[in-house]
């Protein structure tokens, strides 16, 4: 009866060395990078070719592109605003932190679907036309 009693004890104390070396190891590593922005950090937007698609200006720099569901046709005009209405954090991390309304002057509202969101290279933002940049 021995012998189960070491066993265990030797396999808690084996489970106890492993969890406490893997807090050591992932402390060595940098943190995932996560693509996040405050709402209040967003500055503008543009809608290229009147499609699917939303360039969002975030601080001075970064322009983040979002999906939108397919079918949506969206351009921006003069009289033409988008509205993200906040609802919890104010953290924006995914398409799922999006709520979105195209609204116009005249009381019209199309609510927006966003399915993917990601920040654009340095590169990529270069490549856009200076038209289509928000």
Same mark, same amino acid.
């Given at each position: 009866m021995r012998t189960p009693s070491i066993s265990l004890a030797a396999a808690a104390a084996m489970l106890a060395a492993a969890t406490l070396a893997a807090p050591?190891?992932?402390?060595?590593?940098?943190?995932?990078?996560?693509?996040?922005?405050?709402?209040?950090?967003?500055?503008?937007? !543009?809608?290229?070719?009147?499609?699917?698609?939303?360039?969002?200006?975030?601080?001075? !720099?970064?322009?983040?592109?979002?999906?939108?569901a397919p079918g949506t046709r969206v351009y921006k005009g003069a009289d033409r605003f988008l509205v993200n209405q906040v609802r919890g954090s104010s953290w924006i991390c995914s398409p799922l932190d999006l709520d979105l309304t195209l609204s116009d002057t005249l009381g019209f509202h199309q609510p927006l679907f966003p399915v993917s969101m990601r920040k654009l290279s340095k590169a990529e933002v270069a490549a856009l036309p200076r038209k289509d940049r928000p």
């Amino acid at each position: 009866m021995r012998t189960p009693s070491i066993s265990l004890a030797a396999a808690a104390a084996m489970l106890a060395a492993a969890t406490l070396a893997a807090p050591a190891a992932r402390a060595d590593s940098p943190p995932p990078e996560r693509s996040c922005f405050l709402s209040t950090q967003w500055e503008g937007w !543009s809608a290229p070719g009147n499609s699917n698609v939303l360039l969002l200006r975030v601080n001075i !720099s970064d322009i983040y592109r979002v999906e939108l569901a397919p079918g949506t046709r969206v351009y921006k005009g003069a009289d033409r605003f988008l509205v993200n209405q906040v609802r919890g954090s104010s953290w924006i991390c995914s398409p799922l932190d999006l709520d979105l309304t195209l609204s116009d002057t005249l009381g019209f509202h199309q609510p927006l679907f966003p399915v993917s969101m990601r920040k654009l290279s340095k590169a990529e933002v270069a490549a856009l036309p200076r038209k289509d940049r928000p």
